[in-house]
């Protein structure tokens, strides 16, 4: 009997210092833990060539959603906007999203590593460098 209450007592002294080894934050939920890539991602650079993107458009958002959907959304500052849907996939253990999107009736498959709620897309236009830094909002 003495060593049953001694195994409970040192069993709940481990589950009292693992409970406290992680620190949850009050506003996290399941997603947050389960799915951190599902978020909504602000462009925060944009540059095609030497041309700064953002001088010409309101904003650049990418919505990761549940259900492997994936939104790109953009507005330019004379008030036209345009929203673009795709699916997407995502692997756990590299961290890279991939998504293909129609491009001017041509379809173009993207792969991007999100790290720290930050990726980057990266291509070649009409010999010009496309560079846009995403991060979460």
């Given at each position: 009997m003495k060593k049953r209450t001694t195994?409970?007592?040192?069993?709940?002294v481990f589950v009292i210092l693992?409970?406290?080894?992680?620190?949850?934050?009050?506003?996290?939920?399941i997603k947050d833990l389960t799915h951190p890539y599902i978020n909504t991602y602000e462009c925060?650079?944009?540059?095609l060539g030497?041309?700064?993107?953002?001088?010409?458009?309101?904003?650049?958002?990418?919505?990761?959603?549940?259900?492997?959907?994936?939104?790109?959304?953009?507005?330019r500052?004379?008030?036209?906007?345009?929203?673009?849907?795709?699916?997407?996939?995502?692997?756990d253990t590299t961290h890279e999203l991939t998504a293909e999107i129609g491009v001017l009736g041509y379809p173009y498959r993207q792969k991007t590593v999100i790290e720290k709620?930050?990726?980057?897309?990266?291509?070649p236009i009409l010999n010009k460098q496309l560079i846009m830094i995403f991060e979460t909002k």
């Open positions: 195994f409970l007592c040192v069993l709940a693992f409970a406290c080894a992680f620190k949850l934050d009050e506003n996290s939920s925060t650079r944009a540059t030497e041309t700064d993107l953002l001088e010409e458009y309101e904003y650049f958002r990418i919505i990761v959603g549940e259900n492997n959907d994936l939104k790109v959304l953009f507005k500052k004379d008030g036209k906007a345009y929203e673009f849907s795709s699916k997407y996939t995502f692997d709620g930050t990726f980057t897309i990266s291509m």
